[in-house]
């Protein structure tokens, strides 16, 4: 599976941006896709995920702030991010893999798109 992530930039405290992951390749092998995040000096970490089902999850730092979506014919995943803060400055990673009933835990081979920069300034 081959990820192409787009749409990072530089906005300003409050502002919103969206970012567009494509999926190519083995796409029946993969039930979900998702993004993480990672900041500067810190561990990748999770934001998102949306599985085939439609069943979202997100880190409770994004929550009400970020909205996943997918489109499962054009195998697509958006994430719309509003009222970004500073602190959501990082580089952030489209990926795509298997997860468990619920969309809990990644299961298998995770797949990895480029990362995209989104920096938000105070």
């Known amino acids: 599976v081959q990820l192409q992530a787009s749409g990072g930039g530089l906005v300003q405290a409050g502002e919103s941006l969206r970012l567009s992951c494509a999926a190519s390749?083995?796409?029946?092998?993969?039930?979900?896709m998702g993004w993480y995040r990672q900041a500067p000096g810190k561990q990748r970490e999770f934001v998102a995920l949306?599985?085939?089902?439609?069943?979202?999850k997100y880190a409770d730092s994004v929550k009400g702030r970020f909205a996943i979506s997918r489109d499962n014919a054009k195998n697509t995943v958006d994430l719309q991010m509003n009222t970004l803060k500073p602190e959501d400055t990082a580089v952030y990673y489209c990926?795509?893999?298997?997860?468990?009933?619920?969309?809990?835990?990644?299961?298998?081979?995770?797949?990895w798109g480029q990362g995209t920069l989104v920096t938000v300034s105070s």
């Open positions: 990926n795509a893999g298997r997860v468990g009933p619920y969309g809990n835990g990644w299961l298998g081979t995770i797949y």
């Open positions: 390749g083995s796409i029946f092998s993969i039930n979900a």
């Open positions: 949306i599985t085939n089902d439609g069943i979202t």
